[in-house]
């Protein structure tokens, strides 16, 4: 990034004696702010253009030309420094044209008490503290002095360590992923996919983190932190040896850039520029080297949580433009985590090698010491799930999910030799964690699903008790509402709507669908037929569908099945072009869950709140879909936007789960979201020279490769290699176990 030219121009005699010269520069610093742009700052500024500036009686002509010289010699940032000082002086020169342009208010808490720069800023470009000027009421700097006194600070230090002291480091990780990652970025188009948890979610370190058996946290970026009085504010203290893998050092102001980042319309992400938009994080403030604030919007239950964001590297993004996709496509930022993904290990099409950092700042930290223990991970493509399997038998894959019944039983059952001579493991992990989100998402805005009756028919005409018994022997429960999983916050009655063939057929009539074809799929009036498309990025839940397309027929339905590959599907579900989506959102580990990303308007059309309704409540029409967000159904209810701000603004953990109640109901109503199941384990297979903590098995975790305990050792891996060879078993019991600690009674 090109660096600031220096604010502490100094003011000679000659300049404050001279009147002519005075105004001039006045004028200089007014005609470049309002027509000259630096070359460097993309985003469009706002206009402070003023034709005509009010001078000194008797000042005299100014030569304009003059001042556009001085401005080019000089640069913006002189002539805004030289307006400031004038201001501050005695001269009686009216500087009235200063204020209409806005310098004062953008310069509050940016500039020291002398003018300059702050020092913490000192290494911003033009185009940032531009940002942070327009926004002084949400970026702040403050002296250590103003902290608050007698602040709780916490450290973690109650909190006791869940990986193994036993672990080793060292070897490769060998796992798989189905589709090639389409870009090394985390964030914007195409960059949610599966490989994005290897670099950001399960390695990047956040300010603080949620401890996993408990409901603490411990540090991550933060050595400690502390909640304000009024709740909302949380305080950190930085790590001083936290620094990025090209051996920067992390600041404070990183965490100033990451909401400038976040809130850019060039990385077109459009939930990540409203989430962390001003309206939920409120103010970021900077008090020294190593101690921020940063203040959400309400003061919440789990707070501290909430606020814990990730530091974005600065100095690693030159500008932010036009350009961001292609520039950062396969340019991955440095990270604050263990692995690296580095250009030359990338194998397009076939693998992406992440590898350990040696001098990891983290590597001996208390809740980091013994995890992310392989030297490298690579992740490799094997589109299809059963041929991963094969591979993972043979020793090419260390770890394999065996979370559907056909690989737990049948594929892998406790008699297979490899498990009956110990060279595999089969787990069963249970866990508190609110389950996944397995669900058919339908988009309520596009035909037939426009009709209400259309989709609670489409409910009904859906048999996912016969999946639950066929395909899942029992093993899975259905899922009832949005917000399973949230203890007191789900709803305690809501049940999903059960397969019925008479309730699918009397609601299709209401809808003008009254006859069946020659086929036996239901016709209207118009001829048309009632045929939907089923996208999915699944394809080892394709046996699933199957099931339920044969079901939907009995009901008149034709469902047509649109497998396609992972990055693809969600491609089609973010640009909003499916009608239906077999899909699963993790769900966040938090007190209560979230209903504004997948269920608000704002998140379904660009217009903005009431604006998109009419005055009875419906829909405006020639509306213009609002892509790449998490509102998948197209949900567009003004009451249900109106409870999700009251919502989203509550405080009370009471009134909170009375108004989480009422939303899964009215979601519910509007029958957009079909429920699948729901499972309180994670079942995995694993060769034994992957090793776990004893009694492992947290109690709240989205995968068992989210926090990063276990590691290879490479002398059993040797071991049971020549043991598989010799054909001879290396144990006297077969190798299935069971971490049942928060299993649910």
């Given at each position: ?16 004696k ?39 009686e ?19 940032e ?10 501050d ?5 009216n500087?009235?044209?200063?204020k209409?342009?806005?310098?004062t ?16 800023l ?5 185009d940032?503290?531009?940002?942070y ?10 002296s250590?002095?103003?902290?608050p ?9 109650e ?14 990780w060998?796992?798989f ?27 990047v ?26 709740g ?9 040896q ?38 939920k ?7 020294d080297?190593?101690t ?30 036009g350009?961001f ?7 991955p930022?440095?990270?604050?985590g ?10 397009k ?6 590898v ?9 930290k ?6 992310f223990?392989?030297?490298?991970i ?10 991963a399997?094969?591979i993972?038998?043979?020793g ?21 030799k ?9 787990v ?14 339908i ?7 426009d009709?209400?009756n259309?989709?609670?028919g ?13 395909i899942?022997?029992?093993?899975f ?37 009254k006859?069946r074809?020659g ?6 009036s ?15 839940f ?12 009995k ?6 099945l ?32 979230r ?11 660009q ?62 109503d ?7 199941w729901?499972k ?7 060769w ?21 305990v276990?590691?290879i050792?490479?002398?059993?891996k ?10 001879v ?9 069971i ?7």
């Amino acid at each position: 990034m090109r660096p600031l030219i220096p604010r502490n121009f100094p003011l000679t005699n000659n300049m404050k004696k001279s009147p002519h010269l005075h105004i001039s520069l006045i004028i200089t610093a007014c005609i470049f702010l309002s027509s000259c742009d630096s070359p460097k700052l993309k985003p469009p500024r706002e206009d402070s253009s003023h034709e005509n500036q009010e001078t000194t009686e008797g000042a005299g002509k100014v030569d304009r030309e003059f001042a556009r010289e001085l401005a080019r010699e000089f640069g913006r940032e002189f002539a805004i420094e030289f307006a400031r000082q004038m201001k501050d002086s005695s001269n009686p020169i009216n500087l009235g044209f200063v204020k209409d342009i806005n310098v004062t208010k953008s310069m509050e808490g940016i500039l020291g008490g002398d003018g300059k720069v702050h020092p913490l800023l000192a290494h911003c470009s033009e185009d940032v503290l531009e940002f942070y000027h327009k926004h002084p009421d949400c970026f702040s700097i403050s002296s250590i002095d103003n902290l608050p006194q007698n602040l709780n600070w916490q450290d973690g230090s109650e909190e006791h360590e869940f990986a193994s002291p036993k672990a080793k480091k060292g070897g490769t990780w060998e796992v798989f992923m189905r589709d090639f990652p389409r870009t090394l970025r985390t964030i914007g188009p195409d960059a949610n996919g599966a490989f994005r948890s290897y670099l950001l979610d399960y390695n990047v370190i956040s300010l603080v983190h949620a401890h996993p058996n408990s409901d603490g946290y411990y540090p991550g970026l933060a050595k400690s932190w502390a909640v304000g009085r009024d709740g909302k504010t949380v305080y950190f203290r930085l790590d001083p040896q936290a620094k990025y893998s090209d051996g920067e050092k992390v600041k404070v102001s990183d965490f100033f850039f990451f909401f400038y980042f976040m809130r850019s319309k060039h990385i077109q992400a459009p939930w990540y520029n409203d989430f962390y938009g001003k309206d939920k994080f409120e103010k970021v403030t900077l008090y020294d080297e190593e101690t921020l604030s940063i203040t959400f919007y309400k003061a919440k239950p789990d707070v501290v949580e909430r606020v814990s964001i990730r530091a974005k590297p600065e100095h690693f993004y030159e500008e932010l433009d036009g350009e961001f996709l292609s520039k950062y496509q396969w340019n991955p930022e440095p990270t604050t985590g263990a692995y690296v993904a580095l250009p030359e290990n990338v194998d397009k099409g076939k693998s992406v090698t992440l590898v350990r950092q040696k001098d990891w700042w983290a590597d001996e930290k208390r809740f980091f010491r013994y995890r992310f223990n392989p030297d490298k991970i690579k992740v490799s493509v094997v589109r299809d799930y059963n041929k991963a399997f094969e591979i993972f038998l043979k020793g090419g894959v260390d770890m394999f999910g065996l979370a559907k019944t056909e690989f737990w039983y049948d594929k892998l059952p406790d008699t297979h030799k490899l498990v009956q001579n110990g060279y595999l493991s089969k787990v069963t992990f249970f866990n508190q964690t609110p389950p996944p989100s397995y669900a058919l998402r339908i988009n309520s805005q596009k035909p037939p699903f426009d009709n209400l009756n259309i989709r609670i028919g489409f409910h009904h005409a859906m048999n996912f008790d016969m999946v639950l018994e066929k395909i899942f022997r029992g093993d899975f429960v259905r899922m009832n509402t949005v917000a399973d999983g949230y203890g007191a916050r789900s709803h305690p009655t809501l049940k999903a709507r059960k397969f019925s063939i008479e309730k699918a057929l009397e609601h299709f009539a209401k809808a003008d669908f009254k006859e069946r074809g020659g086929d036996g799929i239901l016709v209207n009036s118009k001829g048309e037929r009632l045929s939907i498309e089923l996208l999915t990025g699944y394809r080892h839940f394709e046996d699933v569908l199957v099931v339920l397309k044969e079901q939907a027929k009995k009901a008149g339905l034709e469902l047509k099945l649109k497998v396609l590959e992972p990055t693809a599907a969600w491609k089609a579900a973010n640009e909003k072009n499916h009608q239906v989506i077999f899909s699963a959102f993790n769900s966040f580990v938090e007190l209560f869950p979230r209903f504004w990303e997948p269920y608000h308007s704002d998140n379904a059309y660009q217009e903005v709140g009431d604006s998109k309704f009419e005055e009875d409540g419906s829909l405006k029409p020639n509306l213009t879909t609002k892509v790449s967000t998490n509102n998948f159904t197209q949900t567009a209810v003004r009451e249900i936007d109106h409870l999700i701000n009251k919502y989203r603004n509550e405080e009370d953990l009471g009134k909170i789960t009375k108004m989480a109640h009422q939303l899964s109901q009215m979601i519910h109503d509007h029958a957009v979201w079909v429920p699948a199941w729901k499972k309180p384990w994670l079942r995995i297979g694993h060769w034994n020279w992957v090793k776990f903590p004893e009694d492992w098995g947290p109690k709240e975790t989205r995968d068992y490769e989210e926090f990063q305990v276990f590691w290879i050792d490479e002398v059993e891996k040797d071991k049971i290699l020549k043991a598989m060879d010799a054909g001879v078993s290396v144990t006297e019991q077969p190798t299935v176990v069971i971490y049942d600690n928060y299993k649910n009674n």
